[in-house]
């Protein structure tokens, strides 16, 4: 734990807090998706259909990510991700039907996928070459914490709110980008 450097622990907690945040964002959805069917008179296998289509679209924006990562550095598209994530996210709160949550959710997703492939390799670039195994399961433990802080924000949000507040208070983790822009060092793959 002493041999990683300040600026690798920067990168290491950016990465690991963006995985935390899309286990939350993951989560919520599924905590409230009997919400919205009910609101918007669909049944749960639609509202569940449209979980996969956020998922499949993963895959371009993790390709997306890549692209742009091994052009521009690490850290770009790791903040791209993390405003994508809030756009998206607050405007299911206002979403007018069932369509448009289904539009914004696969949206969505294109911010996922590039928040983990921006995210992992920043993280395991920076890390000191011996730990990078221990690093990588850290990394992977912030899904839970995720799932966790999801499910107790939810626990207070959707009784006192509703289930569309829950989409405003996952938005604001996007402030993070503040200090990753100024705290995190970018690493470069040419």
């Known amino acids: 734990w002493k041999e990683p450097t300040r ?3 920067s990168a290491f907690s950016a990465a690991w807090v963006g995985w935390v945040l899309d286990a939350f964002d993951t989560t919520v959805f599924l905590l409230v998706m009997h919400h919205i069917a009910k609101e918007f008179g669909v049944g749960i ?4 259909g449209s979980m996969t289509l956020t998922l499949l679209v993963r895959l371009l924006g993790g390709y997306a990510a890549g692209w742009m990562a091994d052009r521009w550095g690490r850290k770009l598209p790791l903040m791209l991700s993390l405003i994508w994530l809030a756009v998206f996210d607050g405007a299911i709160y206002f979403a007018p039907s069932f369509t448009a949550v289904v539009v914004l959710r696969t949206i969505f997703g294109f911010g996922m996928g590039a928040e983990w492939t921006a995210g992992t390799a920043m993280a395991m670039e920076n890390w000191p070459v011996r730990s990078r195994r221990l690093a990588s399961g850290l990394l992977q433990a912030g899904w839970p914490i995720g799932f966790l802080l999801a499910a107790l924000t939810a626990y ?3 009784p006192a709110w509703g289930w ?4 405003l208070f ?13 705290m995190v060092p970018d690493s470069h793959s040419k």
Do not use: E, N
Request: glycine share 0%; no cysteine.
């Open 7 to 9: 600026a690798q622990w």
């Open 45 to 48: 296998a639609a509202v569940s």
């Open 156 to 158: 207070f949000v959707v």
């Open 164 to 167: 569309r507040a829950l989409f």
């Open 170 to 182: 996952a938005a604001v983790p996007a402030l993070l980008v503040l200090p990753i822009r100024w």
